[in-house]
Structures are given as C-alpha cells and as structure tokens.
C-alpha cells in the first residue's frame, strides 16, 4: 500500500504541472508566434489525459485478489501503459500534420520573448522528469516509467523548440520555417519514446524473463532457511508493482512430508520479508537425489 500511496501522489504531481504547462505553453505560443510552443501546448495537454489514465490503472492495479482474478489486478497497469503510448502517438502525429500544414504557408517570426519561457519550461520538466522517474524505481512501476517519459519527451520538444526559434531569430527573415522544422523533430522524437515505453510494457504482458537479478536475489535469500539445500527452477512474472515467483526448492529425501509443508512455508515467510516487492510466492518441494542443484 506504501508503494501505490507514493505512485499516486507522484501521479497528482505530474497532472499539476502538465496543466500549467499546457497553459503557459498555449498562451506563450500564441502570443509569441510560435507553432513549436502551440505543438508542445498540445502534447502537454494529452500528457494531462495519459497522467489520468496512468492514476486510474494504478488505483485498479492495486485491488486485492478476488474469486475472478485470484493474482490480483495487476495486469492493468501495463495495459495503461498502451493507451498512454496511443496517447504519445496521437499527439506526435497532430504535431507533425501541423508543422507539415505550417510549412507551406506564410510564417511569422516568433518574439524573442518565449525562449525565456522556454528555458523555464525546460528545467521544470527535466526536474519533473527526475521526480517521477526516481518514484516509478521506488514502486516497480511501469505505468509511472511511462509517465516519466512522457516529462523528458515534453523537455525534449521544448528543447527542439528553443532551438528553431533561436535559428529564426538570429538568421532572421527566410528562417522562419525553423521553428516549424524544429517541431517536426519534436514529433519524431515522441514517436520514439512511444517505442520506448511499449516495449517493456509488452515484455511484462507476455511474461517476458528480464529478472535475474531478482532471481539471483530470491536464490540467495532462499539459501539462508534451515532445511533448504538448493534451489532448482525459479520463473518470475511481474504483475502491477509485484513479482509473483514459482520456485523449486531442494530438501532432503528422507524428511516427512509434514517436515517438508513446514520448510515451504518458512521459505515463503522469509522471501517476502526479504523481498518485500514479492506477491504471490508458489513453492514446490523436491526431494535431494545429487541432481545439479543451484545454491547462487
């Protein structure tokens, strides 16, 4: 419950300052003259939608198990995670038409003005970026990885945009178009990040082995019970903000059966307590008969 108080109130934070970003960045580009504030205005205001999205996965992801879902709820957040990725690429591909629109057409220079805003812009984000990312390793979040991002791809644009505005500025009439071109990078660079963020969300729904590090860890902790010679399988599948392990778990052959329930049971205390990002922790007991066994 720590873990899904601190994504949440991380979440409130990031819908807070995308909307006063989206204002600032909305009101600065009109009144500057800039297609490259007015694009990044747009991304910021679907990043406020996909923080939304990101706080309702969450909450649901963390509803206890029930008759239907005996693992938990934990699924849901890599699936927000899609629907944040749509997000990204919406926003890119309005960006982009509009940037393509803008350079046919007659350009205005944009007032020197908004590269102090976005300067402020620019730090704010990357702090934000920081923030969230920093909360998202804290709780084993990939919905709140992907909320990160959606920080540094919005620092991203704005640096894109602080770029060709300065470019117009400085060479004057004839370059006005670099702020468009500045924005169409921008757009491109969303589309990566979008890559970025899907695919460990996909790793995750498809039970992709990417742990083993944790299981290193889980075989380690698990050789430190009374009774535990070694371990043998160890598969891993990460569900919301918890791992749910199966591990094989070598005795030896001559114990009772009643010795050997007892053994499990004390192993599964202690890998939760150890590790306590542990969910579900499944148990299977082999006898020893001098199989290779793994103690490391």
Known sequence: ????????????????????????????????????????????????????????GLKYANRPADKNHPYGHGRAEPLMTFLVVGFLITSATIIAYESISHLSSRQNMPKSWTLI?????????????????????????????????????????????????????IGGKGYESADDWAALFAAAFILYNSYLIFRPALSEIMDEHVYDDLVDDIRRVSMTVEGIIGTEKCFVRKAGMQYHVDLHAIVAGDITVERGHDIAHVLKDT???????????????EPYKHQEILTT
Request: a positive charge; glycine letters at 6%; charged letters at 15%.
């Open 117 to 169: 805003v976005l300067g402020v812009i620019i730090i704010w984000k990357e702090i934000s970026y920081r923030i969230v990312l920093k909360k998202s390793n804290e709780t084993n979040s990939s919905s709140l990885k992907a909320d990160a991002w959606h920080h540094r791809s919005d620092a991203i644009t704005s640096v894109a945009a602080f770029i060709g505005i300065s470019i117009a500025l």
């Open 1 to 56: 419950m720590t873990n899904q108080r601190t994504a949440i109130r991380t979440i409130f934070f990031s819908i807070a300052g995308n909307t006063c970003m989206a204002i600032i960045k909305g009101m600065a580009g009109i009144f500057g003259g800039s297609n490259a504030l007015i694009a990044d205005a747009i991304e910021s205001t679907t990043d406020i939608f996909s923080s939304l999205l990101v706080l309702f």
């Open 271 to 285: 890998l939760r307590h150890e590790i306590p990002q542990l969910g579900h922790v499944l148990i299977h007991i």
